[in-house]
């Protein structure tokens, strides 16, 4: 069964800290690693990785993934209020036949809190 | 772009009963993945529907079923509420952007379902 593992489960900084959150995964047939970002309503599409090593880039928040050990990271720079969210950490992975079909395993998810 | 909709937003049912939630889709995507998030057990995928087949399933009982119809329009239905099945239900629409030839996923903004 697929599974996802993100770390810390919370984690509390104040503004203008930088703040990494981890994300292991054990999946057969990997497809791609989704990142999102919920606030009290829907999650929020952040980033998509299918390629190791190759960091990906949204302003103040980038994602790079290991496919050898099975890990992604979330950097977020110069954090602001506005940050705090629950960030998840989602894989996709094929079927035997070769297709997703829109299948997600998540994480349970890092709480981040951003003091003024 | 018109986003993915849900109705209703809220409900309250009593175990026994019965729900149907409705999910419509981004305009011109043909899949649409229904989940469950709880606070103990996170995201769940529940099933994935693409013109008007269920392709893929998640691990929940019977109980849980689904349907899409032509417009790609979605409709989740639980039969015999139980306690547990109090949750934000989420539908998420996929398809290809036209103009970016890029896949991409939205989800809607949840039902809440509580169960009393």
């Known amino acids: 069964e697929d599974k996802v593992v993100q770390s810390p489960l919370s984690l509390v900084v104040h503004e203008g800290d930088t703040v990494t959150l981890n994300c292991s995964y054990e999946v057969t047939n990997f497809r791609s690693l989704l990142w999102y970002k919920q606030e009290k309503k829907a999650p929020t599409f952040l980033f998509m990785l299918t390629s190791s090593g190759i960091e990906k880039k949204s302003g103040r928040l980038s994602s790079i993934l290991d496919k050898k050990e099975l890990f992604s990271i979330l950097n977020i720079t110069a954090t602001q209020t506005g940050d705090s969210a629950v960030y998840l950490c989602?894989?996709?992975?094929?079927?035997?036949?070769?297709?997703?079909?829109?299948?997600?395993?998540f994480g349970q998810g890092t709480i981040l809190t951003v003091h003024p | 772009k018109a986003g993915v909709t849900q109705t209703p937003r809220y409900l309250i049912k009593t175990r026994g009963q019965q729900v149907t939630l409705s999910c419509s889709p981004i305009?011109?995507?043909?899949?649409v993945s229904w989940y469950q998030q709880t606070p103990g057990q996170g995201l769940q995928f529940l099933f994935e529907y693409f013109s008007e087949t269920q392709r893929n399933k998640g691990n929940f009982p019977g109980r849980f079923s689904g349907r899409q119809f032509s417009n790609s329009r979605s409709e989740m239905n639980v039969s015999t509420l139980e306690l547990g099945d109090s949750a934000l239900y989420l539908c998420?629409?996929?398809?290809?952007?036209?103009?970016?030839?890029?896949?991409?996923?939205?989800f809607g903004p949840g039902t809440r379902l509580t169960v009393l």
């Open positions: 989602a894989v996709e992975a094929f079927d035997a036949g070769g297709t997703s079909y829109g299948k997600l395993t």
């Open positions: 305009s011109g995507h043909r899949s």
């Open positions: 998420a629409s996929q398809g290809r952007d036209r103009y970016s030839n890029k896949d991409e996923q939205f």
